[in-house]
């Protein structure tokens, strides 16, 4: 069995039980947008400390960048009230949104405790000038308490996902969560049919070769934004003891052992899970506005923007199919042999090192399940054309992008299915999974789907009804790290880096507006 086949299967047969409460949530929320974040080409950044909330309770006091000012707006996807540059302190730092070709101000001012010292920022991958009044550090040029410092840099040729994050201390500052993204978007990229509702830009790279051969293969119809860190409490208590201490020296005063390294909290964009699945800007969580909640249609092609923040390398697995690889580091990976080609890796686990970030697409279509994932019987009226690379495309039909070799192949023809020989995989007793109206849903995709689930051993449960038959019936795909530990909050299973990439038939429309 290929190792495709081996993912499909481990995900179908843990789509029912697998948190069912979150599921319904999910199901029953409105999606938020993709990217948020602020856009301009002169930024106002504020080094300042406030408490983030996890959730077992607890409130940890830490350091971040709020956004104050500049000509930085919100982006097209931030809050539906207030600013997205209102001036508060939130971790991850503001997503600064901006194009390839432009030069960028960031104006960092440094609030944080006397007793923390001097602070800055990097912008790894960016020919830096530094200004303002700006003290010479390690790294680059550094903000006295209260003091500012001015970077500027060029855009060009910087298509793609990148990082900020603290360039002084790093053992302390990034791990009380100075750390942000840059997003490039590219100049160009006309080779794409254009921008989508939820997109920042028709692709994530410029056009690709020249002449004949320009088809951009980097094009995306939606776009998330995924940042990953750690807290060890221990360090972040320890700030928040010593952060009274009167203190007029550069490296600060405080005497934080940063090891031995302990984490208890595992997070998704500042967020542990279930809050990541919450809305963006939502109200509970002032200094955390950005969450991870993912939604797609099948056969969309998902931008996944990922950046690894931290100290620890982070496994994470996204169920349902590989992510392909486009760049890193705003680097898109070409063949050696052919520019117009892309060769960036298929990864079953795209595994985030400190400071690194990629950027991949991901989408799903049902291939390989060997079943119809729509449900249709013999003699219905369906079609399924296969008129691109397999696939129904007619995108005004509910099984848009079905994979056709699976057409008309129905769950229930085998009930004890086995994928190597044709049959799709087999599904527990949907009786043993759970009882009532926490049943987790039906197999198939589309507004009739629960209907259509009727095998020898009823889908769903005689009595029970999930997902009305007039509503969404999707597919919900855990993604999460394939670090045991990571995926609890504080040693308690489930939360930590987990969500679910929501999968809704066409016939749904996903709503990524706040």
């Not at 942000?180 to 990229?189: D, F, H, K, N, T």
């Not at 890193?328 to 063949?335: A, P, T, V």
């Not at 520019?339 to 989408?363: E, H, N, R, S």
């Amino acid at each position: 069995m290929s190792q495709m086949n081996t993912q499909t299967q481990i995900t179908i047969t843990r789509l029912f039980p697998v948190l069912v409460v979150a599921l319904a949530l999910l199901l029953s929320a409105t999606a938020y947008a993709a990217a948020p974040g602020v856009s301009g080409t002169t930024f106002n950044l504020t080094a300042s400390s406030a408490f983030i909330s996890q959730p077992d309770g607890a409130m940890i006091y830490s350091w971040g960048y709020a956004c104050s000012g500049g000509n930085a707006t919100a982006a097209p996807f931030g809050p539906t009230t207030g600013s997205a540059c209102g001036g508060v302190m939130q971790v991850p730092g503001p997503t600064l949104i901006v194009t390839e070709g432009q030069t960028v101000t960031v104006t960092l001012t440094n609030n944080l405790p006397p007793a923390a010292g001097n602070t800055s920022i990097l912008f790894p991958g960016f020919q830096v000038t530094t200004g303002g009044t700006g003290v010479a550090g390690l790294l680059t040029q550094e903000a006295a308490h209260a003091g500012t410092v001015t970077y500027t840099f060029s855009t060009t040729g910087k298509a793609g996902t990148h990082a900020y994050y603290s360039g002084t201390q790093g053992d302390l500052q990034i791990e009380m969560g100075m750390y942000g993204a840059l997003i490039v978007l590219p100049s160009s990229g006309t080779g794409c049919p254009g921008v989508g509702p939820y997109s920042l830009a028709a692709s994530a790279y410029d056009d690709v070769g020249s002449g004949a051969a320009a088809k951009n293969l980097t094009c995306y119809d939606r776009e998330y934004l995924f940042q990953f860190s750690e807290i060890d409490p221990k360090i972040h208590r320890q700030a928040e003891e010593q952060a009274g201490l009167a203190c007029t020296v550069a490296a600060g005063c405080m005497q934080v052992a940063t090891e031995p390294y302990h984490p208890a909290y595992f997070m998704i964009n500042g967020r542990s899970m279930p809050d990541d699945m919450d809305p963006n800007y939502a109200q509970q969580y002032p200094h955390q506005p950005y969450n991870g909640n993912p939604h797609m249609h099948p056969g969309e092609q998902v931008l996944l923007r990922v950046i690894g923040t931290g100290r620890w390398q982070h496994p994470f697995h996204e169920h349902g199919n590989h992510v392909r690889i486009l760049g890193r580091d705003g680097n898109l990976i070409l063949s050696s042999t052919d520019a117009t080609k892309l060769a960036g890796p298929l990864l079953f686990t795209t595994t985030t090192t400190p400071g690194l970030t990629m950027d991949g697409i991901f989408y799903w279509t049902g291939k390989g399940l060997n079943w119809d994932v729509y449900g249709h019987k013999p003699n219905d009226g369906s079609t399924c054309n296969g008129l691109l690379n397999g696939y129904h495309s007619v995108t005004t039909d509910p099984n848009y992008y079905e994979w056709c070799a699976d057409h008309n192949k129905p769950l229930e023809a085998h009930p004890f299915g086995n994928v190597g020989s044709g049959g799709p995989v087999t599904l527990p007793d949907p009786n043993i999974l759970a009882d009532g109206p926490w049943y987790g849903g039906s197999p198939y995709l589309g507004p009739d789907a629960t209907g259509k689930a009727v095998s020898p051993s009823p889908i769903p449960p005689s009595g029970t009804v999930a997902n009305d038959p007039g509503s969404e019936a999707g597919f919900a795909f855990m993604w999460h790290s394939h670090n045991e530990r990571e995926i609890t909050t504080n040693n308690i299973f489930p939360g930590g880096m987990m969500m679910m990439m929501l999968v809704d038939p066409q016939a749904y429309t996903i709503i990524e507006s706040n």
